[in-house]
């Protein structure tokens, strides 16, 4: 069965440093790899996903990652950290045979000043 | 707005009642997924429908059950509800490839 594991449910970084968010899949099968951001009494938006292309991938507002199968790990990167980055994010996998997403936890990302 | 329409946005009920909670795929998406986001829980995949049809199912309760209507649109209905029942609720569509939006949600709150 497919699982996902974010290390540390809260992460805090100061505006300008660099974000790492980390997230580990466990699948017997090449994965669907996602993120997702929630804002505060938002739904989830999606930041960015892998489907077995270029394992870097782009996403929005400047966040990126990078595939590691030897890993197994997703982990989500952002240069420069900016106040309005401050939310929930989701690591998720999805098995290539159905279309639903197995979340991790969440990390809640604070920005400080 | 990611086109994935959710009514109603919030809805407080009593325990024993039931409530049905709506949603409305993006325009083309013939998948419709239904999460339940609880505190306790994190989130949680409930249950999947394609074209009508129920495609997958995950962690939902006897006491719940969905359907998705020839115009796609679908229902989530929550019965005996009980005060652990109180979580928000998204549905999410996609029209495949892996491409899943999801709706702003519904907060339920069993008084």
Redesign the interface.
Known sequence: AQSVTQLGSHVSVSEGALVLLRCNYSSSVPP?L?W?VQYPN?????LL?Y?SAATLVKGINGFEAEFKKSETSFHLTKPSAHMSDAAEY?CAV?PRS?????????TKLSVKP | DSGVTQTPKHLITATGQRVTLRCSPRSGDLSVYWYQQSLDQGLQFLIQYYNGEERAKGNILERFSAQQFPDLHSELNLSSLELGDSALYFCASSGGQGWITFGSGTRLTVV
């Open positions: 669907y996602f997702y938002q739904g989830l938006q999606l996903k489907t989701f999805s159905q279309g639903n997403l197995i979340f991790g936890k969440g």
